[in-house]
């Protein structure tokens, strides 16, 4: 068993950034790759970013690459999402979840999520 918990999500201005945090117990974050989902109101859960178990690998939506760059902390069992240049449609709740592999993110086949944290960027 895994427990995710997000936190650094708030409300900035379009152009601004954000750093949102996953913080994992229960299971050595090394174990697993680690992504990040969103979903905005009246919207399907979308992959946003995945990262491989030993950081080696990245996989980046299409409407972030170039903005956000994803991290991770092994050792702090944390990953991180660093979101630059927010546009409004980037709003939405954003979820960490884990999976054995990056492919399975990618997937949607993750294990465990988190309960999310909200970003709201106004116009």
């Known amino acids: 068993q895994v427990q995710l918990v997000e936190s650094g999500g708030g409300l900035v201005q379009a152009g601004g950034s954000l750093r949102l945090s996953c913080a994992a117990s229960?299971?050595?974050?090394?174990?697993?790759?680690m992504g990040w989902f969103r979903q905005a109101p009246g919207k399907e859960r979308e992959f946003v970013v995945g990262?491989?178990?030993?950081?080696?690998?990245?996989y980046y939506a299409d409407f972030v690459r170039g903005r956000f760059t994803i991290s991770r902390d092994n050792a702090e069992n944390t990953v991180y999402l660093q979101m630059n240049s927010l546009k409004p449609e980037d709003t939405a709740v954003y979820y960490c979840?884990?999976?054995?592999?990056?492919?399975?993110?990618?997937?949607?086949?993750?294990?465990?999520w988190g309960q999310g944290t909200q970003v709201t960027v106004s116009s």
């Open positions: 990262i491989s178990r030993s950081s080696v690998n990245t």
């Open positions: 229960g299971r050595t974050l090394s174990y697993y790759a």
């Open positions: 979840a884990v999976a054995r592999e990056l492919y399975e993110l990618v997937q949607y086949r993750y294990d465990y």
